[in-house]
């Protein structure tokens, strides 16, 4: 082997190879990293790389100066042989810097510089020069503040009642000019959807100049903890029932009760304030034709809530009135051989009216009454008579006629009803013998 590198041949093949892999070895590498450099050949061995988001250093005393100006990031272009250039775009082992030690405060152009240190490679950077600004340090406590968000939203009926934030101060370092700027010191809270205290969350201060604008300063500490108290205030108020339109013709309204008076609610403690009593839902009496309870959804204010009792049962009591008309006036206890005739109301019918449950009253039929005088005893002339009715023993059934007497004529002869009795047939003297024996 000693003498193959002896050989002037050998060294130029194995030259050439080296130079083939490493060729191969930068295209692979440029493949896998997309997006963070461009690359160009001007020839053999020769390759130029642009890099972008190359970060900037600051060099200088940050504990006593404030720097602004320097941009985060540059680019930089590359330009040299494969060889050179390669392990810089794949390692990034260079910094971009701006030296501005010796510089006093104000206002002053500088140019980036870079660590890379090789001959064969040249280096561009853009921006070439900065305007840079250099203010000396300050440091400021500030109080923390509290910036409630989507109170509105929280759960149903509740609300927010105290807040604590701990520490309650942060200390800001800035330049002295980004102190005297601060306008607040605060950190968001947001109550959406939220039924129960806030215990100690962690959360990120953020300070803001007078104009709003959100400033880039160092804070002491960078998190504060918010605790929040949270109620749930309630209120008992009367409940009463809402109506709309009338009832039915022949219907008339008795009462209409809902099945609790008062109701709890939920809200907040100034809505509450406002509220002394709450409503169902209307209830549309035009649909009711009789008596009973149905449920009836609460008629509450937005915001305020029930949970208790979304629902609560009214119960309604009708009546109606029917008429039965031309019912006949029936006879009891008239002696035989006598006849009647009416005078007044001559037809010998009446009206019956009746009044109650609606549900009872719409189930009755002209047979569930009857209208009767009594003429026992009764000798031939005009007689006043009460009239009797008799009607469905029903609780709530009130029943009414426009006449409560009737005049009538009895005609007729008691004597001749006597008459009428057989006569006995006379005895023979023969049965009259035999009944003396």
């Known amino acids: 082997m000693d003498n193959w590198f002896r050989s002037k041949w050998f060294v130029r093949l194995f030259s050439l190879a080296f130079a083939i892999f ?22 053999l061995g020769e390759q130029s790389e642009l890099l972008s988001d190359v970060p900037v250093e600051i060099e200088i005393d940050r504990e006593k100066y404030v720097v602004s100006g320097v941009p985060e990031s540059v680019q930089v272009s590359l330009q040299g042989t494969s060889g050179s250039v390669t392990p810089l775009v794949l390692q990034r082992n260079f910094e971009v810097f701006v030296d501005l030690e010796g510089l006093g405060e104000g206002t002053h152009v500088v140019e980036l510089e870079h660590t890379i ?36 939203k929280m759960a149903n009926g509740f609300e927010m009642t105290d807040s604590r934030i701990e520490p309650s101060t942060v200390t800001i370092t800035s330049s002295r000019s980004v102190i005297d700027a601060i306008g607040t010191v605060k950190v968001y809270v947001n109550l959406e959807g939220v039924d129960g205290p806030i215990n100690s969350r962690e959360l990120p201060v953020n300070v803001y100049d007078l104009q709003g604008n959100e400033l880039d300063v160092r804070l002491d500490p960078e998190n504060v903890q918010v605790s929040v108290d949270v109620n749930n205030p ?26 609790v008076d008062e109701v709890e609610i939920y809200s907040t403690s100034s809505r509450l304030d406002e509220i002394s009593e709450i409503t169902t ?33 009214v119960t ?38 009746t009044s109650g449950d609606a549900a009872i009253i719409n189930e009755l039929s002209i047979e569930d009454f009857r209208a009767f005088i009594e003429l026992t005893d009764l000798s031939p002339g005009p007689h006043q008579l009460p009239i009797t009715i008799e009607a469905p023993n029903e609780d709530g059934i009130n029943v009414s006629t426009e006449v409560e007497e009737v005049s009538v004529e009895i005609s007729g002869s008691e004597q001749a009803n006597q008459s009428e009795q057989p006569e006995q047939p006379e005895q023979s003297e023969e049965d009259e013998d035999q009944n003396q024996d």
């Open 117 to 152: 240190n090789k001959n064969d490679v040249k280096v561009y950077i853009e921006p070439k020069t900065i305007e840079v600004t250099i203010e000396e340090r300050a440091s400021e406590e500030f109080t923390v503040v509290a910036d409630f968000i989507n109170e509105d």
């Open 316 to 353: 309604v009591d009708v009546e109606t009135s029917r008429v039965f008309e031309n019912i006949p006036i029936e006879d009891e206890g008239l002696s035989s051989g006598l006849a009647f005739n009416f005078l007044e109301p001559s037809s010998g019918e009446l009206n019956i009216t």
């Open 234 to 259: 309630s209120k008992t108020v009367s409940l009463s029932v809402a109506t709309a339109g009338e009832l039915p013709e022949g219907y008339s309204l008795n009462s209409i009760s809902a099945n």
């Open 281 to 313: 839902e209307e209830v549309d009496l035009s649909e009711i034709d009789e008596s009973g309870t149905i449920e009836v959804p609460l008629q509450l204010p937005e915001g305020v809530y029930a949970p208790e009792m979304e629902m609560v049962e």
């Open 22 to 43: 490493l060729y191969a070895f930068v295209n692979v590498s440029d493949d896998n990293e997309p997006g963070n450099s461009d690359s160009t050949y001007s020839g």
